[in-house]
């Protein structure tokens, strides 16, 4: 690597300052390397001197144009569903596409003067910036509401684990909502907003969407910017629509896709025109009589969806029952089998702890070209606290105790191996989808399990028993970055309760980019069907 000048000023390095530095790397240098070292270090520590303050580029919002008001903790957290009350609105739309509409951001999206939590008490931070997608529904008439809560570091699929308490289900208190989006699913469930956005790197808006019996579509990958959003693991990471309804999850979408000119998970070019319209597919379908409505539509019954280890009989029958009435829409509908499919969870499980450990719970987003949050990671530093480690929840702490491991025994070679077969992964669903149009399957093996009594700490094991499977349906097109909607279909019991009715739905995927096709054969099903009668 050549030296861009050979200058003073700044600190100026010594061989005591690199003897510690070089013990703790095993190196050893000769006195001449020392001093050659020493000079070209220096010079390192002068150009760091001479770098502005990155404040300076910031993205801040015009708060004249987005002001916020009423910021608050509320005393109601409509049973665990709020972490943060704000009234936020552009005075001046560029569309009024969400005119009257009102949104509930999740608590792991910065918005500037508005704690960010991440569902964890691990650092105090209060962004200066706000998300693209934020601004973007403001431009297009919407009113935020607050912020969501979401689990411990959005790494729980159960809703115990948000430092803003339990979040309960909708339908069946002391339940889960799912998670970690949790409290997006439970606040669109009970109409206190019409719309949530959601962030998914495992299932964490299809879970809670299927766990609240709403809509949730995890986007193609890069097709909605995440910029502003803390990440996961950028390869993993998807922001999206959660609905009520599938028409306006399509027109959720339609605001807030397209590039932003900061995220690298998006592509360089071709996100544009038709690409980026949802509304008018959906709507050319629903005004088609029902028996036409999926005419020429191909659907592809994925095999191996159905053999989840432990999936509940009652929701595989709900959505079988769910999956033959699309016959009646006009659709061709058939079996097909992906045999990577069933593998695909335990590489997910794989790929995910060191990158997951060092970008999530760390803050360290090295080799992307995307905006970065670095006051927030000031915050952590090169490893956590015991501190910090004791606020993570059972998952989190799960993830970080992997990565631990991972780094110690593997380095990147389990990750590297682990991505390369997820290639094949994605290939395979690639293949199937040249012969239909979308591939469905339930969301999740089982119903929402109960919660743990509050206040009771359980330890990891017991607690994350709950999300055994969880995720085999839902992690694999995080990984493939396939568009995955979750419908709901009907109820079934409780596993532990009978007389306790929860929803259970549908999951549909699509070729990549043609989320369009999720969502029109959504909106035909939940056109002719009302599940709750199911």
Request: proline residues 8%.
């Amino acid at each position: 690597m050549s030296v861009v000048k050979l200058g003073s000023g700044g600190v100026k390095v010594t061989g005591d300052d690199l003897k510690p530095l070089l013990a703790k790397a095993g190196l050893e240098l000769s006195p001449p390397l020392v001093e050659d070292y020493t000079t070209l270090l220096s010079s390192l520590e002068a150009a760091i001197s001479a770098i502005p303050d990155d404040k300076t580029v910031l993205p801040r919002p015009d708060l004249e144009k987005y002001p916020r008001t009423d910021i608050h903790i509320p005393d109601d957290t409509e049973f665990g569903a709020w972490a943060t009350k704000v009234t936020a609105k552009c005075s001046a739309p560029t569309s009024d596409l969400l005119k009257g509409r009102t949104v509930a951001l999740k608590d792991n999206m910065a918005f500037a003067g508005v704690r960010c939590t991440n569902g964890s008490a691990m650092v105090d931070w209060v962004p200066e910036i706000d998300a693209t997608i934020a601004t973007r529904v403001m431009d297009a008439g919407a009113t935020i509401l607050g912020k969501a809560a979401c689990e411990n570091s959005c790494l729980e699929g159960v809703s115990g684990t948000a430092v803003t308490g339990q979040v309960h289900n909708p339908y069946a208190h002391g339940y889960s909502a799912g998670g970690s989006s949790s409290g997006s699913g439970r606040l669109v469930a009970t109409g206190s907003v019409d719309l949530a956005f959601g962030c998914d790197q495992g299932g964490s808006i299809r879970i809670p969407a299927s766990s609240c019996g709403v809509v949730g579509l995890k986007p193609t990958w890069g097709l909605v910017p995440y910029t502003g959003i803390l990440s996961l693991d950028a390869t993993i990471d998807h922001a999206g629509p959660m609905a009520k309804t599938v028409r306006d999850c399509a027109l959720f979408l339609e605001v807030i896709a397209g590039p932003d000119g900061w995220d690298d998970r998006q592509p360089p070019f071709g996100l544009e025109g038709d690409r980026l319209k949802f509304v008018a597919p959906v709507d050319g379908v629903l005004t088609k009589e029902p028996s036409k409505m999926l005419d020429g539509v191909k659907i592809g019954v994925l095999v191996e969806g159905f053999e989840v280890p432990g999936q509940d009989p009652n929701v595989l029958a709900s959505v079988k029952s769910a999956i033959e009435k699309l016959s009646s829409l006009g659709a061709a509908v058939s079996a097909v089998s992906v045999p990577l499919h069933s593998g695909a969870p335990v590489l997910w499980t794989c790929a995910l702890p060191l990158a997951g450990g060092r970008q999530s719970l760390l803050g360290d987003m090295d080799g992307r070209k995307q905006f970065y949050l670095t006051d927030r990671a000031d915050l952590i530093g090169p490893k956590l606290t015991q501190a910090q480690f004791d606020t993570l929840g059972p998952g989190a702490s799960n993830i970080y105790m992997q990565y631990l491991w991972v780094q110690e025994k593997y380095g990147p070679k389990l990750q590297g191996r682990s991505m390369n077969l997820l290639k094949a992964t994605s290939d395979a669903y690639d293949e199937a989808l040249k012969d239909f149009d979308v591939l469905v399957m339930p969301t999740l093996p089982c119903p929402p399990p109960r919660l743990p009594e509050p206040g009771v700490d359980e330890g990891p094991l017991t607690f994350l028993k709950r999300s055994i499977s969880l995720v085999s349906n839902t992690c694999p097109f995080n990984n493939s970055g396939h568009p995955a909607l979750s419908l709901p279909v009907g109820f079934v019991p409780a596993l532990d309760d009978p007389s306790v009715k929860l929803p259970t739905a549908m999951q549909i995927v699509g070729r990549k980019y043609a989320d369009a096709d999720c969502l029109k054969v959504a909106a035909a099903w939940e056109k002719a069907f009302d599940w709750k009668t199911l």
